[in-house]
């Protein structure tokens, strides 16, 4: 019997430095909000969705592409770009068949460190798509990176949540050494039946409540609402 592949939770970027990502599969998590709007977005029938780490770029990518142009910095909309990076924002009668080009505070940043570590294929995750990533990480086979964003380099709950989640679903399948990987999973096991109240304790609620965004957080933690894989190919997140 062959081994098992390795699965391990990177709780910030600044630890990716840390990891080999060469041979894995990243998964990037942002679940307040970036990779449940892309979820959202695809699911709803865009062409692609354009990740993009600085404000400039996407702007110019918007104008190139003739895309809808996202994203925030610190929860809100940035002067210059059309959007915001609410998934309610992208419902199938405005995105459908549309390229969304996106810039966020982490998740959009930690893909493209990802990416230029040499990670063999990046995807992204989030509650609303949690069955379609769990399905893909044990089809592969590959060793597995759990990336969570966190909230500028600090550590932040809702993403280890969703990477103990992942890793309550497929441990079987994967050899875990790894106390990151451990802690996420049993504070998933103890908060997943309680997950809207629990997350109305996290610094990131907080944050993004006091823009009126409560219905949005709840979304982002609701599983298998937009159940597609965003896989990166080629400078874009389509559909897998």
């Known amino acids: 019997m062959s081994?098992?592949?390795?699965?391990?939770?990177i709780l910030s970027p600044r630890l990716l430095d840390i990891y080999d990502v060469s041979d894995s599969v990243v998964v990037i998590i942002d679940v307040f909000r970036a990779t449940s709007t892309i979820?959202?977005?695809l699911y709803n029938g865009a062409?692609?969705?354009?990740?993009?780490?600085?404000v400039d770029k996407c702007i110019e990518i918007g104008i190139q592409t003739g895309g809808i142009t996202a994203g925030e910095r610190d929860g809100k909309i940035i002067p210059g770009l059309a959007h915001g990076n609410s998934p309610a924002e992208y419902p199938r009668s405005f995105v459908e068949g549309k390229t969304l080009v996106l810039t966020t505070t982490n998740g959009t940043k930690l893909l493209h460190m990802?990416?230029?570590?040499?990670?063999s294929e990046v995807i992204t995750g989030s509650f609303p798509n949690i069955s379609a990533v769990c399905e893909y990480l044990v089809a592969q086979n590959k060793n597995v990176i759990l990336g969570c964003s966190a909230w500028k380099d600090r550590f932040n709950l809702e993403?280890?949540?969703?990477?103990?989640?992942?890793?309550?679903?497929?441990?079987?399948?994967?050899?875990?050494?790894?106390?990151?990987?451990?802690?996420?999973?049993?504070m998933y096991g103890l908060h997943q039946n309680d997950m809207h109240q629990f997350i109305r304790r996290t610094t990131h609620w907080h944050r993004?409540?006091?823009?009126?965004?409560?219905?949005?957080l709840e979304y982002c933690v609701t599983p298998d609402m937009a159940n597609v894989l965003p896989i990166y190919k080629n400078g874009d997140l389509v559909c897998g």
């Open 3 to 9: 081994a098992k592949p390795t699965l391990y939770t």
């Open 47 to 54: 062409k692609r969705v354009i990740p993009v780490d600085a």
């Open 39 to 41: 979820a959202t977005a």
């Open 208 to 216: 993004l409540a006091s823009y009126g965004l409560e219905s949005d």
């Open 114 to 119: 990802a990416l230029n570590k040499g990670a």
């Open 159 to 186: 993403d280890a949540m969703f990477a103990g989640a992942v890793i309550h679903r497929i441990k079987e399948h994967f050899t875990i050494h790894c106390d990151s990987s451990l802690m996420a999973a049993d």
